[in-house]
């Protein structure tokens, strides 16, 4: 339908006959698209954080020898990879790899001489693991691994450890605290090592903090007495290109290693992204709705009280084609102007949420909350105005069709 600026112009006229009516009609479509778009809004930002804090746990992709991620191992390491000097540097080279950290995953006892307690320890590299953790590992007391000379509280007797709160809770631990590590060799044998407490942590998750426990790579390999790490966790310059880079190096790498993504490990990021799906888009498919009807209300209102005027241009040759148009041309501003009201309203809750810094409650299984953002997205702004508009042309257009094509004497006689 080619739209001319006459008629544009005659549709605005003719919208504002009724100013209560339409006004009412431009207040349901910009709540409506308002609503849709700070929900949408809000579950992208869920998104992005699930997502960036999902990445900077596992590393964007994640290296391991074959076997690893089947996670069936009769001997601690039995699918350890090994050669991860060798590999770090033939890694590093590639010009959007920023980090290559190493990881060595156990688990035991530890124990304070009074009382044991079953930990999930993670061997890392303690000069970069923290600095990838970002905010989504929060220091509670004392230091990390890499800053504990700085600090004052560098380790007295043993190896450093950092523990996470709930443990540390558990075995009545504080910065300085000795304890004792006991975890099964390589051979099967027991092994223990005594380690200091140099901080307490948190990863915001209950369940992880009362199992956590991280030491530096060479005291988890004393440990265990090996050389192999779990698997190197690549970080790239950007996390869209995990995919690209992840396809390129299971070429490269086939039948060496085993390859994923940072998406492929992040189950709870999968689980809520499709749960969020699920509950905002059957909310958005309701508020179109409400405006569909709305706006079909409106219409039809308008038709009946002018269908004597819909004659009278029929009698004057206008064919009902360009009735149609100029009805659905209506429809398309009241719309528009409610998408683009919707917009700025959307646009403007969004703005005031980060300057008022609201703290949404803790999820559940979680220990701290979380401040209350809406991502504003171009895309997702566009595609809400352009499905209010086309909307509200759809219904203006199936109003208006049988009045158009009614005969002209039925018109003229309408009361």
Known sequence: MRIDFKWLALACRNAMRNRRRSLVTLAIAATGTAAALLGGGFALHTYESLAQASA??????????PGQFDGI????????????AALTRELLAQPQVT???PRLQFSGL????????????????????????????????????????????????????????????????????????????????????????????????ADIDKRLAM?????????????????????????????????????????????????EQAVFY???????????????????????????????MAVLER????????????????VTRLFTLEGMVLGSGGAVLGMALAAGVALALVRLGIQMPPPPGRTGGYPLVVTVS????????????????????????KAANQPVVEALAHV
């Open 378 to 401: 171009p895309a997702m702004y566009a595609a809400a105005a352009l499905a209010v508009t086309a909307l509200a042309a759809l219904a203006s257009l199936l109003v208006s069709r």
């Open 99 to 101: 980090r290559v950290l």
């Open 110 to 205: 530890v124990s304070n001489g009074d009382k044991s307690e079953i930990f999930l320890g993670t061997g890392v590299d303690a000069r970069q693991e923290f600095l990838v953790k970002g905010p989504f590992m929060k220091v509670e007391e004392g230091a990390l691994l890499d800053d504990g000379g700085s600090t004052g509280t560098a380790p007295a007797h043993g190896p450093g450890i950092v523990l996470g709160k709930g443990l540390a809770r558990i075995l009545n631990a504080r910065p300085g605290s000795s304890l004792t590590l006991m975890s099964t060799t390589t051979a099967g044998s027991l092994n223990a090592i005594d380690v200091t407490v140099t901080g307490i942590v948190s990863s915001g998750i």
């Open 73 to 84: 191992d009769n001997m601690p390491l039995e699918h350890g990879l090994s050669g991860r």
């Open 215 to 263: 030491v530096d790579l060479a005291t988890a390999q004393e440990l265990l007495v090996t050389d192999k790490v779990s698997y190197l966790s690549v970080y790239l310059d950007e996390l869209e290109h995990s995919d690209a880079v992840g396809e390129a190096w299971r070429r490269q790498y086939a039948g060496r290693l085993e390859i994923r993504s940072w998406l």
């Open 270 to 300: 999968q689980s809520v992204k499709g749960l969020y799906n699920r509950i905002f888009g059957f909310l958005g498919v309701i508020v179109l709705v409400i405006v569909l009807f709305a706006i079909t209300n409106t219409q039809s």
């Open 56 to 65: 900077r746990d596992t590393g964007h992709l994640v290296l391991a020898a």
């Open 307 to 322: 269908t004597r005027e819909i004659g009278t241009l029929r009698a004057m040759g206008t064919t009902p084609g360009e």
